[in-house]
């Protein structure tokens, strides 16, 4: 019998608690997204997440430890040799990548690479170099409406993206040559996560803004997932934000998606007003994009602080039978070198109205606990080869 009829599960995008044991092999030494963000700012008024005891995990500056009467606390580190965004919520739902996706954030993408999107676009390719969307556009958007080339670049996570005017590129262009990327890069040595479509509008530098026509081209997941296994059970699996894209449309019933994290929160509550029987999944990107890579811990303690406001509003709507889990997919320390991801632990809070106990769970060996929890709730079995155990039993 099921112990719960509705799971949310939130993903604050890129929040880690402490730098894992193999950190070092990964360039991170002494990383803490959370801790070092606490330092580095005067205030961090977090009441709801110190209630489900996010302060518990690591010191925190202004947050003392709580002690919790009613809900769970933890971390889990990660299987798989990685730390981008779809590695980390494959994971979570049963998938240990062997294989890590590419990364090309130190030079851009390789010659070869380029040549071969070259020809097969007719374009002359500009940009090719880790950077923020905001950022190429004021560079290069002027001189790709004036010559038609083509404004490539990438991030910090496994992703190649294409920027077009929907003016003067158009928009079926923009996405003819995303195909032909998401093509190349299924090579093995060019083997990235998405292609991402980014049309923008305006004409001059400071009037560009990206419009809501972004398409990706993902991956499939290398596996089966605890969202395949709860969709054909005939359960509700909602996506929010950027869910949807990391698994590719897999596994998923219905899909939200969000303007920013904000927004996302929103469409969260909105959604918990509704009757669903199943799993409620959110992604709330801002974090990491917003102020991870661009090394920013007040704006990124800014962005925790709505996300609590914003808690503390669906924390009142929560049924009896509800049950809340809060966890991250990787690091991405904001006063660390770089603009990279880091790798850490990440928290895991479990909460519902229901439960009569609270306190520390064991360090979890794997991020795969969150959908082997779900699973076990609703009591599916988790596809063949995939990994987790779950912690559905310690929550009384």
């Known amino acids: 019998?099921?112990?719960?009829?509705?799971?949310?599960?939130?993903?604050?995008?890129?929040?880690?608690?402490?730098?894992?044991?193999?950190?070092?092999?990964?360039?991170?030494?002494?990383?803490?997204?959370?801790?070092?963000?606490?330092?580095?700012?005067?205030?961090?008024?977090?009441?709801?997440?110190?209630?489900?005891?996010?302060?518990?995990?690591?010191?925190?500056?202004?947050?003392?430890?709580?002690?919790?009467?009613q809900g769970y606390y933890g971390v889990l580190r990660e299987k798989s040799k990685a730390k981008d965004t779809m590695t980390g919520h494959w994971e979570m739902m049963g998938l240990e990548v062997r294989k890590p996706l590419k990364t090309f954030s130190e030079n851009g993408f390789p010659p070869e690479l380029i040549r071969e999107l070259e020809k097969r676009t007719g374009r002359?390719?500009?940009?090719?170099?880790?950077?923020?969307?905001?950022?190429?556009?004021?560079?290069?958007?002027?001189?790709?409406?004036?010559?038609?080339?083509?404004?490539?670049?990438?991030?910090?996570?496994?992703?190649?993206?294409i920027c077009g005017n929907e003016e003067t590129f158009g928009l079926e262009e923009l996405y003819r040559c995303c195909e032909i990327a998401r093509e190349i890069t299924m090579k093995e040595e060019w083997r990235v996560g998405r292609v991402i479509a980014r049309p923008y509008v305006g004409k001059k530098k400071g009037e560009f803004r990206r419009t809501s026509?972004?398409?990706?081209?993902?991956?499939?997941?290398?596996?089966?997932?605890?969202?395949?296994?709860l969709k054909t059970a005939g359960l509700d699996v909602i996506s929010v934000g950027k869910i949807k894209d990391i698994f590719d449309g897999e596994g998923i019933t219905q899909a939200?998606?969000?303007?920013?994290?904000?927004?996302?929160?929103?469409?969260?509550?909105?959604?918990?007003?509704?009757?669903?029987?199943?799993?409620?999944?959110?992604?709330?990107?801002?974090?990491?994009?917003?102020?991870?890579?661009?090394?920013?811990?007040?704006?990124?303690?800014?962005?925790?602080?709505?996300?609590d406001r914003n808690l503390g509003?669906?924390?009142?709507?929560?049924?009896?039978?509800?049950?809340?889990?809060?966890?991250?997919?990787?690091?991405?320390?904001?006063?660390?070198?770089?603009t990279d991801h880091t790798r850490e632990k990440v928290p895991f809070l479990a909460y519902s109205p229901s439960m009569e106990h609270g306190g520390e769970l064991a360090e979890g060996e794997t991020f795969a606990a969150v959908g082997a929890t779900v699973a076990d709730n609703f009591g599916v079995e988790m596809p063949e080869g995939t990994i987790g155990t779950s912690v559905l039993k310690m929550l009384k």
């Open 1 to 69: 019998m099921e112990k719960y009829r509705r799971i949310f599960v939130v993903v604050m995008d890129s929040l880690g608690v402490g730098a894992m044991e193999d950190s070092p092999e990964f360039g991170d030494v002494g990383v803490n997204t959370l801790g070092h963000i606490s330092e580095a700012v005067d205030t961090l008024e977090i009441p709801n997440l110190q209630k489900l005891g996010l302060a518990n995990l690591t010191p925190l500056k202004q947050v003392d430890p709580a002690e919790i009467r």
């Open 124 to 161: 002359t390719v500009i940009g090719n170099k880790s950077v923020s969307g905001t950022e190429i556009l004021d560079e290069l958007g002027e001189e790709e409406i004036a010559t038609g080339h083509m404004i490539v670049y990438t991030s910090a996570d496994s992703v190649l993206q």
């Open 213 to 229: 026509n972004r398409h990706d081209y993902a991956l499939k997941p290398s596996g089966k997932t605890a969202l395949d296994a």
């Open 256 to 307: 939200y998606k969000s303007r920013s994290s904000v927004h996302g929160m929103e469409q969260t509550i909105e959604i918990a007003k509704e009757d669903f029987h199943g799993l409620c999944f959110v992604n709330l990107v801002d974090f990491d994009a917003l102020w991870g890579h661009r090394r920013d811990p007040q704006g990124y303690a800014g962005e925790i602080e709505k996300f």
């Open 313 to 338: 509003v669906l924390l009142q709507l929560m049924r009896g039978d509800d049950l809340l889990i809060i966890t991250a997919d990787h690091g991405n320390d904001p006063t660390y070198t770089g």
